[in-house]
């Protein structure tokens, strides 16, 4: 009953997605404000999303049905999982079980495959084109991710996060120090391509490729997407706060949340876009390069 | 579709920019809905490159022999509810073109056209106008 509860409502489905709506009415009233517009209202994703429900869905000829409506699911299913465990950790450090970080790894590239999958199912040229530029874009980020989450889990010596919560708890945030900050920057700039945000929203360009993967989805299916991509500005970089600078409360926990959430959306706004081989070449070389000096730095004790 | 919906489509109306053969005057009055001047993300409106994410259609252009039957593919391809609005003169009924070999017939008898917004080209705001009162009317259905 306790675990049905905080998977749909708090801290999963509902909380995720009441927080990921404010993110992107944040994100997209941020990006108004420093392009001198005014901007959305409030209940903005509200309104998309209700609007979405009444759509009528149209599925594309000669295609797969089923994997071309269940994808945007397992995506949801994915992306309320890991804000279960993250903000229950972030919460009581001690609640959740052995090796939730490599769970947490593994459950957070799903909504990128179910996006692969769900573009490829479109049997559509240019949502093709997306979906391949996504998988690329996944073979790019996903060795530096991993390598600055190490950076945490050596230093506090466990694959848990509630125990990597506790270690920076009692010993100070880890951001403070050498190591700490090195691998935080290979890891914003690796979250960045996880939300595919600009500089690295090549699979779904809106300019070359109109929507990307998501092209042919319409109605309840593509609420979904949008709903999931909301949930990920969310809940991604509180993961990144949980691992490199957790508060002891609460409030100073999403506080905290806020402050990478701007710089997110500060690089986006402030970045144009990159093609892929440039992406692919950014991330094997300067990302790599930092997070394999952070790593270097947390063995050397820094 | 319920009333709940309904409400929602008319604060969040995604746009869909259908060129059909115009000559590019009304599609740059378009754009400048979209610019800090005129800003239509106030109310909700933004314009998205897919006609499956569309709930409008924005026509511009004389209906030819190329591209009436492409306009009423693309017409049919809108996830329904979705309205259709003539932008320009050329889309409300020919303009000087009415007269032209290549002139099949009037926007209005290829798609059902729910709004005009007459000019050669209109002005942003006459087009902001035209919106509005066309949310109006969906609310009144």
């Known amino acids: 009953m306790k675990a049905l509860f905080n998977i749909l409502v708090f ?49 594309p000829a000669e295609t797969s049905v089923i994997t071309f409506l269940a994808a945007p699911f397992f995506a949801l299913a994915a992306i309320t999982l890991v804000s279960t465990i993250v903000w229950n950790n972030i919460i009581a450090p001690q609640s959740t079980f052995v090796g939730d970080l490599i769970v947490v790894v593994y459950l957070l590239a799903i909504p990128s495959i179910a996006v692969i999958v769900g573009g490829f199912a479109s049997n559509n040229p240019i949502a093709s084109i997306g979906a391949s530029r996504e998988m690329k874009l996944i073979l790019s980020y996903e060795m530096p991710f991993i390598l600055s989450i190490l950076v945490p889990v050596i230093k506090a010596g466990s694959i848990r996060i509630g125990d990597i919560v506790n270690y920076q708890i009692v010993n100070g945030p880890l951001i403070g120090s050498a190591a700490g900050i090195t691998a935080f920057i290979s890891g914003i700039l690796c979250v960045q391509a996880k939300l595919s945000m600009a500089p690295f929203d090549i699979p779904e360009a809106e300019q070359e490729i109109i929507a990307g993967p998501v092209l042919e989805y319409s109605g309840l299916p593509l609420g979904i997407f949008k709903l999931t991509k909301w949930m990920m500005l969310f809940v991604i970089p509180s993961f990144l706060v949980a691992l490199f600078m957790p508060g002891a409360t609460f409030i100073g926990n999403m506080l905290r949340y806020v402050l990478v959430l701007v710089i997110i959306i500060l690089i986006k706004n402030t970045n144009p ?3 892929i081989d440039q992406a692919v070449k950014f991330f094997w070389t300067w990302v790599t390069g930092i997070a394999l000096l952070s790593i270097v730095l947390v063995l050397l004790g820094r | 579709m319920s009333k709940l919906t309904l ?31 005129f800003d239509i993300e106030r109310f909700g409106m933004t314009l998205v490159g897919s006609i499956r994410h569309a709930d409008a259609m924005l026509v511009t252009g004389v209906p030819n022999m190329k591209t009436a039957k492409r306009i009423k593919y693309v017409y049919e391809q809108m996830p329904k509810p979705g309205v259709v609005i003539a932008i320009g003169s050329c889309a409300c009924g020919g303009n000087l073109f009415r ?19 007459p000019g050669c080209p209109p002005k942003p705001e006459a087009m902001i106008a035209g919106i509005v009162k066309l949310i109006k009317a969906i609310q009144k259905k």
């Open chain 2, 7 to 37: 409400k929602a489509l008319t604060k969040s109306i995604n746009v869909f920019h259908a060129a059909c053969s115009p000559c590019n005057n009304c599609d740059i009055e378009i754009l400048d809905c979209l610019t800090p001047r």
């Open chain 1, 273 to 275: 876009r990159i093609k």
């Open chain 1, 11 to 59: 801290p999963g489905f509902l909380f995720a997605s009441v927080a990921g709506m404010i993110a992107i009415y944040v994100d997209r009233k941020v990006s108004a404000r420093v392009q001198w517009r005014k901007g959305p209202p409030l209940f903005q994703p509200v309104y998309d999303f209700v609007k979405l429900l009444g759509k009528e869905i149209n599925v």
């Open chain 2, 99 to 117: 007269h032209s070999y290549n002139f099949v017939k009037p926007l209005d008898e290829i798609i059902p056209v729910d709004a005009y917004v």
